[in-house]
Each structure stands twice: as C-alpha cells, then as structure tokens.
C-alpha cells in the first residue's frame, strides 16, 4: 500500500459522511426476503445426480466387506463409491497437527457414528437413500474410547494405530514468573469446570454440486464454502488435482457459525462425479447428518484452573489446565480451538503470569470443528467463573474485583502473557456505563429482597476481551504454518460511473457486501446504488480467505480502501494530465470530485474521469491504460512468527463487552430465568450499527443456548444419543432474552477505519454471565454449576445436595 | 430423539420424539422409504381399504394430520408399505355440541379446536391442552383425533381423556363402537384400535359448571414436547374439595391417573398443606418413570410433584 | 415400485397439476417440480419451521405434509409475495428489509409466511401474540429482535394502508 489507510471514517475524502457508520440498509436483503438468492440446494445443473452417504452404525469398527452390487443394480442409480475407489483416487485429508486426517470415506476401520462409508448417486435424493439400504458391510467391532479421560486410560483402545496414542498433543505454556506467583498469592482460587459439546447449527446445512471433468482432469464445485480459495486448495490435496485445476463457485449461505465447506461431503460428492462418468452430483447434508457428523460439534472440554490473587485483590497469576477431547479426527480443525485463547488469554486483566496446560486426545466421538468463538467461550466461562469466585472469598462485589484488575486506557497498546497485543480499549468506561445502563444497585436491591422471599435471584457482571481480525500465526502452536491471511477486493469503474467490487468469498449473513459498498460510495461520493458488489469463483477472485475470527468487515475495509487509493491516484493522474499538465499533488479527491486545490471549483466528477479513460483513449497521458480497476490485497499490519511459547502478535483488534445479567432459579425445577440482560460493547469503529447490534443479539441468542440447552450427549461408548432437533435444542423467540444494549468507542489505531473484528462478540462473554448469574443465585446455598449446559436437571441435582430443592 | 439401545420394532418409542432409530442403521435417512397411498373420501371406503391390506398381510398405516407420522416416515423409523389418507374425508371434521357433550369428528384440526367458541366455553380444559401442543404451525395441521390414535407418552389429550372420561369412537368392519380412555391407550404408541379400525370422533363431557382445572406441563423451550405434565380437575363443595382427578403424562408409557392421590385430598380443605401432601402422594405413586437425556426418573418424579402441587392450586382458585 | 399419483395443487394463484411419489413431501414438491425455491429445508423432521407455507391460508411446515396431501389446495410461498408487475416488495418483505430483520435470510421466507398470517388474522398483536405466533419458527443468526421490530413495522403499515 502506497499510502496510509484511513483511519477513521472521518478521513475518507468527504465533506460528510453518508453511508459509513450509519445503519444502512443491507444491498443483500431484497434477494433475501424474496426467496430468489441462490442457496446451493436451489442449484440446479443439466443430468445432476443426488448422493446420499451410508454411514458407520459403530463408533469404533475394522471393515471386513462392502458389497454394493444391489444397490448398483437399482434402477436410477448411477454410481456408487466405496472404500476401495477411495484408496485408489483420493489422499487423506490434511489436518493440524499433521496426521490425524482421514479419506472422505473410512478406508480400513470407522472411527466414529456417521463416519461414511459408502455413497451413492441416483437420479434423486431418496432413490439414493434407498440404494443406501442395499449396501451390505460386515465390520468387526472394536471397543470404542467414549470419553477423553478414557482415551488417556493406560489399556485404552488405541484409535490410530500409526500414532499408537489416542494423545495427539500435550504441551504447557508458561508465561511470567507462574509459579512464584502461586507461592506468594494471599488466596488461590480453584475450580473444576465441564464444557460440553454444543456447536454451530446454521439454520442451513452444508451443500454442493460437484462436477469432474474427465477429460481436463478438473474439478468445479457449487457449494456454501466459507473460505472457497483455501478450500479449494485443500481439494486439490485430498482429490489429487493440481491446484489450478479446482474451481470453487461460493453461494450464499444460510449462516455458518464456524467452518462451513464440507470436506467429506465435497470429495465424496466429487468421486461420485468421477464415477459417474463426469455427470454433476449434488450433496445436500441433511440435519441429522449435520448433527451426527457435520461441523456440529465443538469445545468438548474439562478444565481445571486456579487464580492467585493479593489480599487486595489483585489477581497476579492465572493457571489453566485443559483436556479436549478432539473426537475421532482433527480433520475439522478443531485444535485450533485450543491456540485461540492464547490471543486474550487473561481476558481484561493486567494479571502478569499465567500457564496453559494443554492436552489434545482423540476419541470415538465425532470430529470437533469450528463454532463463533472458537475457543475463547468456554475460556472466558471459566476466567469469569474464576474471578466470581474470588469476588465471593474476598466479600468484595464482582464488579469492584474486576475494575481493580482491568487494563487501564493509557496501557494501551497492551501486550498480554501470552504473547497476543491489544490495541485498544476503556475497560471502565464500559463497566462504568453498563452499571449505570443496568441500574446495579436498584438490581442488587431487587435481588435482596428476592432473597428475603426465599427466591433465587443472581446478578452477574462479566467482561471479556473479543479477539478480532485473525492471523495464521495464532494457530502456530497446533501446527497451522504461515502469517499473513489475505482479503482481496477488486473494484472496477464502468464507462459512466457505476462500480463494481469483486470479492472472493459469498454472503453467510454478517452484511459484508453491504460494507462494502458504504466504503466504496463515501469514497468516491456515489450513491450506494451505483455500488455492486459480487464475488467471484476461485479461479478469478483476488487473493482472499473470506469469513473467519472476526476478520471480515475489517479485512475486506482494508482490500477496498486500498483499491480505492489506488484508483484516485490513477484518476488524478488524468486530471491533472487534462489539467494542461499539473503535477499530480496538485489535485484533491473531495466529495467525488477531482478539482484542482487552489481552485476547487474546477475539476472532473468521478464518472467524468472513468468515462474519460475508457472512452477517449486519446486524452490520456502517455503510458497509461484505459483500466479505471485496481485490486488491493490487505492483510493484518505487523503480524510476526511465534516464539516458543507461542508468543506473537496475532489477532489484531481486541473489541470488549461488559454483560449484566439477573437470573431467577426455580428451587422446584432448577430452571433458569432470564429476567434482564444489559450489554455494553466497544468494537470501535461500528462501520454499519444495525449490523453490529444483530450480530450480538444473535451471539447472545446462540450464548443462552450453549449456557443453557444446546448439548451433544454420548453414551460411554461414545454412541451419539441426541441425533435430531427434538434433542439438540436451538433457542427460540421464548428463550432469547432482548439485550438492552449501549456502547462506547475506542477505535482501532491499527485498522482501516477504525474498526475491531466484532462478528463472534457476545458468543465469548454470554456463556460465562449466565452461568456466573446462576452462581450468584446459588452462592448461599454453598453450591455451584460448573458444567453447560445448566439444564434444569443439572440445576436442581445442586438444589438437592445443598438440601434446598423445593 | 435419544437412542437407549433400546431393540428397534414393535416394542416402539421408548423415547418420546419421532420414535426409535433402528441401531443398525444411523441417521442417514431423511427421505421417506417408498409407500403406496390412498386417499378414500368416506370412512366405510377406508375402513374396507384397512381391512383388505390386513388381510393381505399388507403393512397400512393411517394418515390424518401428519404431524407425527411425518417425521417418522422421513426418518425411515415408520415404513409402511401404504398410506391411507383420511385428509379427503370431509365428514369427519367438525366440532358441534350434542347436549352435554362435545363431539369432535378426528379429522378436526387442532387450531379448529383452539379457535372454537363452543370448546373455550363448555370445555376450556381441552381447549387449553390444546393450545399447548407444538406451536401453531403443527396445529394448523395436526388433528384431534391424530393425537388420540398417536398416543404419544407426552401427549397431552390422553391425559385430559382420563380426568374427563372422553370416550372415543371407532368404526371398523363390525360397525361402530365407543370405547372408554381406560381401554383406549394401551401403552407406548399403541391403543387398542383393531387394525381395520379408524377412530372417527372423540366425544368430550362438558366441564360441569364450577369445576376448577388445570393443566400445566414442563418443557425446556416453549413448545416441546412435555417432559411431563399434570392435569386437575376437582370442585370444592362446602369449602372442601370433591370430585379430585389428578393425572400426569409424559413420565409412563401412557398417561396415568393417580388415585392415591386424588383419595388423599377427597374431602380435604383446598390449602396449600393439603395441596403439598397430594403432590408428594402423586409423585410416590408413579411407578418406573421414563429416564432420558432430558430428564432421569427421579426428576419427573419431582416434577410430578411440583405440577400437581400448582395444578392443584390453580384449579382450586378456579373452582367455585 | 409404488405408484405415482396426480396431484393438483394452486401455487400463489397458478394451477399445477403433477404425476409424483407418494413419498414426496410438499417442501421437495415446490422446490424441485415447481422450482419455486424460495421455501427451504433446515431438519425436514418438524422443529425448525424453516419450510413453513401458508396451506389454505393457514401457516404449515411443508416438510411436514406430502405433495398428495396438497392435492385441490391453495398453497401460497415467499414468491407469491412480491408484486408481480412491479416487482414491488409486499410491506411485511419491506419491514424485514427496513429492520434489518435478517442476516443470513434462510429462515425470512419462513418468518414472512407466518407473519402474512398472523397480521391477517390479528392486525394488531402484542408483543406476547407476536411471540407466540413465531415462537414455531427459528432462526440462528437475529436473536429476534429485529424479527419482532419487522412484525411491529409490518403491522403498523398494514394497518395504515388499511385504514387509508
């Protein structure tokens, strides 16, 4: 970049800004509300077959036979694949750490419920389903390990027999003076915690359209892909295609949450493809596969964890032990999970020392992926659990214990324990401001003589710090290589103004189109109409990575700003040349004109220059090209390779919340109530409001589910016992509180614009402020929740062992 | 819907839900197995196909809202080899009183029930039981007599069928017969209709005049299905309760009456001492409750407990 | 091989008459025969309300109900909505546009079905009504709140426009 990025909205070239920072309407939504965007299953290509996988009933089994002859033998079929084309055609997928990847198709043994193993394409989705049936396999079963203590147990079950260990990982981090901090704290504070498995559930599940090209040996795919470049490269991988020669089309999605881009799904919908003679297949995931052996499930984790604090309540050290059951394989990335929370491990605090004792396994259950958050969550569940703790050892109130603690503003940037830096922030302006929003003292009022009634009534007050705008080297320590993720945007200008942005990735909901196109529109002074954005597939897009770690609306800020640089430079170039040869600083970009600046009042419009350029070729100066395009390729600024104990600058921004929250606990059920719920956040630059309060009513939405509902439950032979939607249970309007929200900002003096990645936001902080809310609740009775999610039942087996169920 | 290794087959829906998933076979069908269907306009024509395919050994199953069925046939858990629609069937919805008793033909719709103006002032009991069914969407759909024949354990009309002796009538080959709740639900997912036999019209009691009742019933969200749930009727005469009928569902393989417990507040003054005693009475008595991934036994036993207990003040408050 | 039956079904006014699968659901019949692809699939098993439509003017789940059961029915979809000669959004497509009252949009045809309904029966409903009419349908991305500030606006509109 030749130029610095603006960075606040107020230094774009124009006099007032009319689109950024305002909640404009999303250039998406009338598509959307009109039912015509193109989802993948609303796909449709000449010959297309259907596929449907045949699944492993078995957690842990070795396949002896596959006979498939009946189900090639039914009329509409088309192909069927097995282990045996597998072997034969595609490579193990590529995981970190290295080695814990399979085929799409399980080749000698299954690893886990769902794990495919067989797939068939017909002429529709339920005559494949029927040839499904047909398929005969004999497996020898094995003892499965259903649990990650049981993985750990010295006779257990060894999965993989190539590592020969169910451990993929063990590594502890120590950060400061640890241990002398622990021997000289006036109070420890310890406790146990259980994260169970909950996970992403977009209201759509993933889907694709496969077609291979038999004769250029190519690959095209339709499909919800999240991160279509890097998805495609990891096909060429799995699918043994030159890298070149695999084009991935992205559509809309309805919403991801996560990792969206089926792997399994795309090279079994591919190999179909192949089978069957080059023919288009489509794969629609359907939910009970999703919640089986999609990217469903994430953050199955037991913690052990301790604070060490100073009698006046200075929390010096924070100690974390971690075991994280990986599921079967880590071809989810799900270990990234794990290296996250090393970007805002000690959260808000200016706590000097901390430890992060790791332990990665695999088990017979399903493969752990991505969900919003990816990882900080059940961290945070267990920081802010922490630090009530110590609030109630103490008798000091839990919002005082944390504002003697915070990172205060002239701090700023700060660099944490573990390496991460953090921009910016007013940790107090934000407690200060959502006290006041929450009315505290009235609510502790409220509580008190709730109490008097006999009535569980808790009130928490939790923060967190939300890393935002993610690089590679975050995830250095579970083996991803590489700093430096990329966003690209290319913006052309057409012969009367109009502009289009060409981006790499698709719409999943967080309105980056529409952001897009505000930046373009106010720097140039267009209306938003004369602004399309659209993407393009994988063999034309500019270098991209897409959605991901709240990078996003920043990512793609930078790309287009950088183009947009590019382009006024360009333009006052022919300006100037058309000026009778002034220099070029000579001429200023102001409210989408070119005008001279010591006489303003002349000068070209913006749609004047780009029809020039492209219609009078014969006006410009010498050498340049009738080309009003330019493409800029951001990436995050001073980003570095970790140290040994995975120390680096990793997550750019780091946006923070306070939530307030006041519960009410049925003593007779163990239910939970939420009676009132207030946030106050700093994301800094908010580039579109509407977008960002959606985006963290719907993180809340999906917090209160994982606090209190949402959970994968397992046998301990690790069989799958919640396999529909009657089981795994998605919040609805009943369930979701309404936040009342308020915000400060502090923007990023890193970030074009302004701006901290905010998209997985109250994701981080719900989670812990409900159930440190539920604790409060339960502190006099001497007990408290430590495992999510708080289900009635797991509520009122609390009630009953402090004698005070109803 | 959870899977207990419960054996797949006939002895069905050991978990409440769409029914049980065949352990051999995991979750890779949302795509209804192949069915023949049929849509007879009358009841005799529907009555003659059942009893063609019975004979023939041919596995039929009857179709009204869909609503249960639906989700059953998608997953492959239900695979009729044919379907007999009983949608085309006009005669059979209707809601109408006759004398004191309301008679709802089974091909009913659910919302049809919550709508009625006969059913909210002869019969609220039912018409709040029904308004606890799903959301509106299902009960748009769903029929009244669906979930009599259904007989879900959560259900809650089964449970309103005891407390209020609806009778149920079928027709079947050998003509027309009303059978009594005690004898229609059987047990998980099966009455005692004979296999040529269609359920045509429930028939309910008005509420008496006076009569205090409740119904409440416990869910994690808004809408699921009861993880259990408790139905009371009763009237208080001269200060003191008469008539009680207490029952709970979701927690059996049918809805069950709790006779001890009704006997214990028989004659009792309606206070909150008295109220708690039959609800502990009430959860003591109910026999092996269902323990799933939502709920182990001893926690329906609770809520058995707490339900009865509000129910009963509620229903006492609305006696008079 | 079972045997396929005609069904004849009236989509946003227009007649369709088919020869399926017994087996096909309503949501595959107007996705894939109709090509009306606006109504989608989040669970085909009843909970989500993602594939809801309006039957005979009444909010369903269409992966709940089988293309044969539409026969002789007026079914009404997301497409039947937008003014067909003018292109011009229906009020409640309006609202959820002018609320923000989508982000990934899967679900919004679902909750525009039952919103069409539920303005039509209840013109002004309270927040309680509100809830309770869309509490059938979910939605992962909103967390409901623009959701219910669409189905105010809409509602407010329609009214005006009514009353005018």
Known sequence: MATELPRLPEQLPTSSVRYVGKEVKRVEDPALVSGTAEFIDNLTLPNMLHCAILRSPHPHARILKVDASAAEALEGVVAVITPEDVKRWANAHVTSPPGWGTHCIAIDKVLYVGEPVAAVAATSRALAEDACELIDIEYEILPSVGTANAALAPDAPVLWEEHGTNLIQQRTYNWGEVDRVFAEADHIVTGSFRWNRCGANPTETFGCVCQWDLTDNSLLCHGGYQVPGFWGLARSFSLNLPANKVKVVSHPQGGAFGGKGGARGTDIAALLSRKAGGLPVKYIEDRMEYLLAGSSQSWDRHYEASLALKADGTITGLKVKLLDDQGATTETYGTISVAKPLAAFTGNYRIEAAQYDTTLVVTNRAPAAPYRGYGPPPHFYVLENLVDMAARKLAMDPAELRRINYIRPDQFPYTIPSGNEYDSGNYEAILDKVLKLADYQALRKEQAAARAEGRLVGISVVNTVEPGVFDWNAYATVGVQGVGVPEGARVSVDILGNVTIVVGFNLQGQGQFTVAAQVVADYFGLDMNAVKVTMAPTDSAPPHFGQGGSRLGVAITGAVLGACQKLEADFKRVVAHLMGGLPVEAIELMDGKFRIKANPAIGMTFAEVAGTMLGRSDLLPPGMEPNPTATSVWTAPGRNMPDDQGRCKSYLTAASATHVVMVEVDRETGRTQILKYFIVDDCGTRLNPATVEGQLQGALAQGVGAALLEEYVYDDQANPLVTTFADYLIPSIHEVPIATKDFIVTPSPVTPLGAKGCGEGAMHTTPAAVSCAINDALAPLGVQITETPATPLRVWKLLKQAGAAG | ?320 | MTTKQRTTVTVNGRVYQREVEPRLTLADFLRHELHLGGTHLGCEHGVCGICTVLINGRSARSCLTLAVQADGAQVTTIEGLRNRETGELHPIQQAFVDEHGLQCGFCTPAFIMTTLELLRDNPNPSDEEMKEALGGNLCRCTGYENILKSVRLAAQRLRASSAA
């Open chain 2, 1 to 320: 819907m959870s899977i207990h290794q419960a054996p797949s087959g006939p002895r069905a829906c050991e978990k409440r839900g769409a029914g049980p998933i065949q352990v051999t076979d995991r979750g890779t069908k949302l795509k209804a197995a192949p069915f023949d269907y049929h849509a007879p306009q009358t009841v005799e024509a529907a009555v003659a196909l059942l009893q063609q395919f019975e004979s023939e050994g041919v596995d039929a199953k009857v179709l009204a809202g869909g609503q249960s069925l639906m989700p059953m046939l998608n997953m492959r858990v239900a695979r009729p080899q044919v379907l007999i629609d009983l949608g085309k069937i006009t005669a059979l919805d209707y809601i109408r009183a006759e004398g004191d008793t309301i008679a709802i033909g089974s091909m009913a719709t659910k919302s049809a029930a919550e709508d009625s103006a006969l059913i909210k002032e002869r019969q609220p009991l039912f018409q709040a039981a029904t308004k606890l069914v799903g959301h509106r969407q299902i009960r748009n759909r769903g029929t009244v007599g669906g979930s009599f024949a259904h007989a879900d354990p959560s259900a809650e009309y089964p449970a309103v069928a005891l407390v209020q002796d609806i009778q149920m009538k079928a027709q079947g080959p050998n003509g027309e017969r009303l059978i009594p709740p005690t004898e229609f639900f059987v047990t998980y997912m099966t009455t005692c209709l004979d296999a040529a036999e269609v359920l045509t019209e429930v028939r309910i009691p008005a509420l008496p005049a006076g009569t205090g009742w409740s119904i409440q019933e416990f869910t994690k969200r808004d809408g699921d299905l009861a993880i259990a749930g408790v139905v009371v009727t009763l009237r208080k005469v001269k200060g003191v309760c008469e008539d009680v009928r207490i029952a709970a569902f979701g927690v059996n393989a049918t809805a069950v009456r709790l006779p001890a417990a009704e006997a214990a507040l028989q004659g009792q003054a309606p206070t909150k001492e008295n109220f708690a005693r039959a609800a502990a009475l009430a959860s003591g008595a109910v026999e092996e409750p269902i323990g799933d991934v939502h709920a182990t036994p001893d926690y329906r036993r609770q809520l058995v407990k707490v339900f009865t207990g509000r129910c009963l003040a509620e229903a006492a408050a609305r006696a008079s």
